[in-house]
Every structure is written in structure tokens, then in C-alpha cells.
């Protein structure tokens, strides 16, 4: 089986910090530049990851502000 692709694990990284209440209904992620820094990835792999998570419904963006976990988080089948 083929390695993971690095904006899936990202996108699973955060979406098991969300699960866990690290990171809470309504908190903001960390920012592109952090989360670049921190996982080691391109702004173009962490894009990615949070164009997934928004798809799926974990997390939502403002526009100039930034991207915050959903209020309501999905259920069933998105939920990995």
C-alpha cells in the first residue's frame, strides 16, 4: 500500500486534535506559516488539508481572518 499523502496526514492530525477537544468547537487553528513550520509540509500541503477538513465540515474559514473549528462537528461518515 502506497505511503499516505502529507496533506491526508495533516488533514487526519487535525481532525484527531478536534476529536480529542484539543482544539475546540469555535477555536482558531494554528496559521499556515505555523502549521508549515510545525509539520515540516508547503503551504500548498497544508491548503490541502484544510480545503478536506472544510469539505468534511470539521472546520470553517473567514476570510482574511482565518480557520476555526466547526461549531457543530460531523457525524457519521466524515467523521474520519
Partial sequence: MPAKAKWARLADHLRERIESGELAPGEKLPSTAQLKEEHGVSQTVVRQAILVLQMQGWV????????????????????S
Fill in 60 to 79: 470553517e474559514g473567514v476570510h482574511g481572518v482565518g480557520v476555526f473549528v466547526a461549531e457543530e462537528l460531523p457525524q457519521g461518515e466524515n467523521r
